[in-house]
């Protein structure tokens, strides 16, 4: 009996030390994935279409070419699995909708957007949406009200991709689901994207 007692500890005891391990490791960097994703979705096929190139020469598909909605999308799909924060702004600390958007543009173009999803809605030009291009924002009313509370940069086939909500990571979803289908409230163009 006291052989068997001694294995149980043992066996608890091993078990502990396996789980303390794993715990330290895996919240040592607790917002951000182990490496920066990968541009490629397996679970999500995202097919985006850029605008035609200029020149030949652009064809051979050099990034200082690219048109600025293919480098926002580009960008932001680099972003995905980094942790939603409530008034998050940087890769660091993890993003909250609008500082995911903000961050986006600030990197990829040199554009500085407000500060947060209302103000955000409140600039550049109306897009209906039906003409939704790469790079547009897709703004929501996720409160209820008339208030715009969660912003978006569209990709292209009815996809967008954004920091969604406490507990979720930067991800694409689609316009048509059923969640965000509802909770639409329009799309913005920003001026660079004119």
Not at 60 to 86: E, M, Q, W
Not at 126 to 145: E, I, N, P, S
Request: proline share 5%; net charge positive.
């Amino acid at each position: 009996m006291a052989t068997t007692r001694r294995a149980a500890v043992l066996c608890f005891s091993t078990t502990l030390l396996i789980c303390s391990c794993l715990t330290s490791s895996a919240f040592a960097r607790p917002l951000l994935p182990p490496e920066l994703p990968s541009i490629d979705a397996p679970a999500v096929n995202v097919s985006l279409t850029a605008e035609a190139p200029a020149s030949a020469d652009s064809a051979a598909g050099t990034a200082s070419s690219a048109s600025p909605r293919r480098l926002l999308a580009d960008f932001a799909l680099k972003l995905r699995n980094i942790a939603y924060v409530r008034g998050g702004r940087e890769l660091t600390t993890g993003f909250d909708c609008s500082g995911f958007v903000r961050y986006v543009f600030q990197q990829s173009l040199g554009l500085d957007l407000p500060s947060n999803s209302t103000s955000q809605f409140e600039a550049g030009n109306q897009v209906d949406r039906d003409a939704l291009k790469m790079g547009d924002l897709v703004f929501f009313r996720t409160h209820g009200g008339r208030r715009v509370s969660h912003v978006g940069i569209y990709l292209d086939n009815g996809l967008f991709i954004h920091s969604p909500s406490r507990g979720k990571r930067v991800r694409i979803d689609h316009l048509d689901g059923s969640y965000w289908a509802k909770r639409f409230a329009g799309a913005k163009r920003p001026d660079v994207l004119t």
